[in-house]
């Protein structure tokens, strides 16, 4: 059996002639000032490149992946333009080995830098004014952040091996050299070569059944920036939803995911409803093994998931809503920089809650925004109320991009947006977003350009009611501001409820749990008082099972609970979530919580010894800090 997937032989790399789709225009980068004079100016901080002045079209990427040797090798052909007649192009790479560069096919003398803490190497190519193609060839190395390879034993099949990709932020050019800055749009196609018998899916458009030769071919002919760049290669198989939406996962977890996603088709129509058609053709999802570090992620017209959010009762569909509504946020309107990052992550979650709201009732939505509210107010109390991280603008100059990644940009985010829609009326502010994606489909841009657009648009300019809402205090400002929305409590009053006459002694059995969603169930753990005795866990365990739950973000709550209380009999239960999910969300509270006691730490250090390899390389660099002292 192990011979379908006998180590890939490396292929020669045949240079494709790309199509020349798509057009890229980069606006003229000048110093980022708080408010710009020019609102389409920016500078992105961390892109190597110089393709803001020369013009990328397009990449046809010839790679084939070692599956073996945990190594892709090949080369990628960059179509461009060089209108303004530079010297060089500039290429992002991170931990990548250059083998060659040739430039309209003749091989020339690059440099490669020294790299750059979180940035990488730079790539120096000599170009001519009217030059058309530079090739690299390179391989991967050790280090590739955007690269999680898994042993069959680390997938749900445990037979064959798995390969995907990562590439927000800046991790595309730990597998492409590439300009990659969220600002650079380009088109590509690729030619993936791997194991026969397995099968490669990209942010393209994709074969959806195996062939023999383990060649696959892929075209994107709609430009995007290179951390919507994905690939993914194992033993996948697809199941149809609708005539433009799809499952796919690893074969033994298709029928469960089939089943979870039986709504997505819905799902895509209500979006569209909302604010304006779906413009990528087909939208499916890809369920990818437990060690998965993230929740979602909207790889155009492939989104890739997390099996954790399949929880047998379709309880957590509200993140394919969100990598869904990325199709809008994200990648049509695209964040200028990781600055502005909360344009990509705040619109996103508030989309994917309207989303909800249309398909699940306002009740439901006004759950999601609630734990929102919580997960916001916890942030800011975490990284304290004055900290800058805590204004919609952020300034990650010289640090990593995922310093920004936490619940500002995201719940804050979304809540600026909910407390506009208040003041301005949900139809105007409706009309108001269809409106700004159409105008910026395709387009790059920054905090400033949209509230520019905002003021005139929504706001005809009225300066009275700007001051009135607070504006920069929202985007310039700390903390949480005093105009913050907060969603209507119906049901989670009713959760409170019962909590108070548990903790007052009713017998857990009799609490009216009978229909309690995720959310409700999370709700409920998460108001427990910090004196709750093991005793008391014990009674909600023996009358709900929540320490064998199936459901993977009530499960990530009761285990942190039952840290802070010492409630031992969930430890067993714990041991083996955190053995196989690579989900960074669920795993770094609870290695956090454990190191906050002595015996918690000796715990951690025993479980991440036997476990991290099971995990994601981004994580393991947070975890090894965090639970081992490693600074790196
Ligand atoms: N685009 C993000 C994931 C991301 C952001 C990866 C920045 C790397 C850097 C994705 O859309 C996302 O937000 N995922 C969330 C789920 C969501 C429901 C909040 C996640 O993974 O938890
Ligand atoms: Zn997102």
Redesign the pocket.
Known sequence: MLSRVMMVRLMGVALVLPLLTGCFRKQKPEATTLKPVDPRAWVDEHTLSNADSVLVRHLHLDIAVDMAHHQILGSALWTINNTHKQKELILDTYDLTIDSVQVDGHKVNYVLDSPIKYLGSALHIPISDNVQFVGVFYKTGTHARALQWLEPQQTHDKKYPFLFT?S??I?ARSWIPCPDGPGIRFTYTARVQVPPGLMALMSADNDDVLNDTGIYRFNMNIPIPA?LMALAVGDIVFKGVDDRTGVYAERGMIDKARWEFENIGRMVGSAEQLYGPYRWGRYDVLVLPPGF??????NPKLTFL?PTVIAGDRSLV??V???LA?SWS?NLVTNATWND?WL??GF??YF?RRIMEQMMGENYADMLWELGYQDLQNEVAAIGADNRDTWLKLSLKGRD??D??NSIP?EKGCHFLKMIERASGRDRFDKFLVKYFEHFAFKTITTETFLNYMDTVLLKNDTVLRKKLNIDEWVYGPGIPQNCPRAGQELFSKVDAERVKFLEGMPAEQLAFVRWSAHEWLHFLRGMPANLKPEQMRLLDNAFNLSNTGNSEVADEWYLLALKVGYTPAYGPMERFLSTVG???FLEPLYQQMMKTPDGAKMARLLYAKYRANYHPLAQESLDRMVMNIVQ
């Open positions: 990562q927000e932020s991790y951390y570090p993230i929740g979602g992620m909207e997390t509200s993140l809503a969100h990598e990325h994200g990052f990509n992550e996103t979650n994917e991009p995922d920004g990644l995201y989900r960074r969300k």
